[in-house]
């Protein structure tokens, strides 16, 4: 399973990203998909998260109501659109994948991640 992650950039705060983490290799039916953020020095935290067929989503507190996980099966990406960006926002954003159950909070839930692509929020 590769996971190819992009969309990040330098945006002002208040404003809008769309991150996108395009999939490939092996049937995606079975996994779920998760948005993780990163900044020096702190653990990996988690965003947000769907499950693959049922689009049953999962989100942080601190991005609920300003962040939206989507997916597209026939092209096999999820999307983190990120609206009101705040500069805590700021990150390296990875993507992950997950079998079937177990929860979709925690980094060692997910078995594939992709190389991170990073959202700047300037105030």
């Known amino acids: 399973v590769q996971l190819q992650a992009s969309g990040g950039g330098l945006v002002q705060a208040g404003g809008s990203l769309r991150l996108s983490c395009a999939a490939s290799?092996?049937?995606?039916?079975?996994?779920?998909m998760g948005w993780f953020r990163q900044v020096p020095g702190k653990e990996r935290e988690f965003v947000a998260a769907i499950s693959w067929s049922g689009g049953t989503t999962y989100y942080a507190d601190s991005v609920k109501g300003r962040f939206t996980i989507s997916s597209d099966n026939a092209k096999n990406t999820v999307y983190l659109q990120m609206n009101s960006l705040k500069p805590e926002d700021t990150a390296v954003y990875y993507c992950?994948?997950?079998?079937?159950?177990?929860?979709?909070?925690?980094?060692?839930?997910?078995?594939?991640w992709g190389q991170g692509t990073l959202v700047t929020v300037s105030s």
């Open positions: 290799g092996r049937t995606f039916s079975r996994y779920g």
């Open positions: 992950a994948a997950k079998g079937l159950g177990g929860n979709y909070y925690s980094v060692q839930e997910y078995d594939y």
